[in-house]
């Protein structure tokens, strides 16, 4: 059954990238697409983008002009970059796997909270 | 982008109970709709995938119906580990979620 693992600075200063890596374990990244979905402290969920195998991807057109979602399968991981973040940003982030492009998220992580704080 | 609505936001019922939470996207979505159970501190867990279709393992009391822009969760027989958070999800133009219902112990 796979797995999915977030890791990156749980503090991120206003004005600066938030980085976090998803590494995949019990099956390969290079099948189905992978995605990034946040959820703000008591709020809802909102998805940010996805990265296929392939190198393709497709982000939220709110937060398209500061993401990029990148993949690396020789180690199994993909990787969320948003820049130029506030205090808004400030969110549990997770990844997902996303079987088919119609399909839902069927294999979570557990969530990292990413706070945005000078 | 295809706003997704909810309702109600919370909703209140007893162990035993049938329960029903509406969602309904702005435009045509066919049945490109998925509900996921949330329970707090956790990841939210897909419960139904196009619709109508059961994900794997999950209880067979969890029911989705519904198309084009209407859509229903039922819960038949409400179980002590059903009080959670619902989302609906529509995968139809990229992706977006409702608010989420806050199902409680009455």
């Known amino acids: 059954q796979v797995q999915l693992q977030e890791s990156g600075p749980g503090l991120v200063k206003p004005s600066e990238t938030l980085s976090l890596t998803c590494t995949v374990s019990?099956?390969?990244?290079?099948?189905?697409?992978w995605s990034w979905i946040r959820q703000p402290p008591g709020k809802g969920l909102e998805w940010i983008g996805y990265?296929?195998?392939?190198?393709?991807?497709s982000y939220n057109s709110s937060l398209k002009s500061r993401v990029t979602i990148s993949v690396d399968t020789s180690k199994n991981q993909f990787s969320l970059k948003l820049n130029s973040v506030t205090a808004a940003d400030t969110a549990v982030y997770y990844c997902?796997?996303?079987?088919?492009?119609?399909?839902?998220?069927?294999?979570w992580g557990q969530g990292t909270l990413v706070t945005v704080s000078s | 982008d295809i706003q997704m609505t909810q309702s109600p936001s919370s909703l209140s019922a007893s162990v035993g109970d049938r329960v029903t939470i509406s969602c309904r996207a702005s435009?045509?979505?066919?049945?490109?709709l998925n509900w996921y159970q949330q329970k707090p501190g956790k990841a939210p867990k897909l419960l139904i995938h196009?619709?109508?279709n059961l994900q794997s393992g999950v209880p067979s009391r969890f029911s989705g119906s519904g198309s084009g822009t209407d859509f229903t969760l039922t819960i038949n027989s409400l179980q002590p580990e059903d009080f959670a958070t619902y989302f609906c999800?529509?995968?139809?133009?990229?992706?977006?979620f409702g608010r989420g219902t806050e199902l409680q112990i009455k």
């Open positions: 997902a796997r996303l079987t088919t492009a119609t399909a839902g998220f069927d294999s």
């Open positions: 019990g099956g390969s990244i290079n099948i189905y697409c």
């Open positions: 990265v296929c195998y392939s190198g393709s991807s």
């Open positions: 435009q045509y979505i066919s049945n490109y």
């Open positions: 196009a619709a109508s």
């Open positions: 999800q529509q995968s139809h133009s990229l992706y977006t």
